[in-house]
């Protein structure tokens, strides 16, 4: 008797087990396996630019600048989100996204004496990515991805940005977008961190010769790294 009470318990403890597993993944095979859904993502972005300083032949003019350095400041990002799953494995996502962004330029003379130039920008940005999903975990899983951005700077041509007092940039910045990131699958939608890295191709800075400050940079890059909350449905 006592075997065959064992014996049911076993049985009740595995089909709880099973059970329990099939109501874990009922939330991922319904929210998991669409071709298109749609979100919003919401995010924090710290960014600053790679100086690339003229050739010592091309800058006895600022041979008064000694160092140029870039410092990090705080933006927000608020986009909405497009996504066809083509592969259980894959996306293709369109983040239509509009992002503020605070960058500055730190100038030190050979006095030291140290100089802050700051540059505002209210990004339009259409990045593009294929993203990789990890087989899931009941209702959890890992994805990278990576892929281009356009950005399209609605604040280069305001009347702060143009006189000659400022560091001028390009109002367009294409380049290249990678991150990680995981998804947890609740009953009415899907909550999706990531964290993404951004570093522009294309050099930014424009030229503004009535600006010591300026004549002394060669090209600039923009970098921006990007906590984002994704929430799917």
Request: charged content about 20%; some cysteine; overall charge positive.
């Amino acid at each position: 008797m006592r075997h065959v009470f064992m014996r049911k318990v076993i049985v009740v403890i595995l089909c709880f087990f099973v059970f329990s597993k099939l109501e874990a993944q009922m939330n991922y095979l319904e929210k998991g396996n669409k071709l298109i859904y749609f979100g919003i993502a919401i995010g924090v972005n710290y960014g600053d630019y790679k100086v690339v300083r003229k050739p010592k032949l091309d800058a006895l003019q600022t041979d008064s600048i000694k160092l140029i350095s870039s410092k990090f400041g705080p933006g927000f990002d608020l986009g909405i989100i497009g996504n066809l799953q083509f592969h259980k494995h894959f996306d293709l996502r369109m983040v239509p996204t509009l992002s503020f962004s605070d960058k500055s330029l730190e100038f030190t003379d050979q006095d030291d004496n140290k100089i802050t130039k700051s540059v505002s920008s209210i990004y339009l940005s259409l990045p593009l990515y294929l993203r990789y999903k990890s087989k899931p975990i009941n209702d959890f899983r890992f994805f990278v991805l990576g892929g281009m951005r356009y950005n399209f700077d609605l604040n280069a041509n305001s009347n702060e940005r143009n006189n000659e007092s400022q560091i001028l940039v390009n109002r367009h910045d294409i380049g290249v977008e990678m991150g990680f990131g995981f998804q947890i699958f609740f009953q009415s939608f899907v909550l999706s961190p990531e964290l993404k890295v951004y570093h522009s191709v294309s050099n930014i800075k424009q030229a503004n010769e009535g600006l010591i400050y300026s004549r002394a940079i060669d090209k600039m890059f923009s970098r921006i790294f990007t906590l984002t909350i994704n929430l799917e449905g």
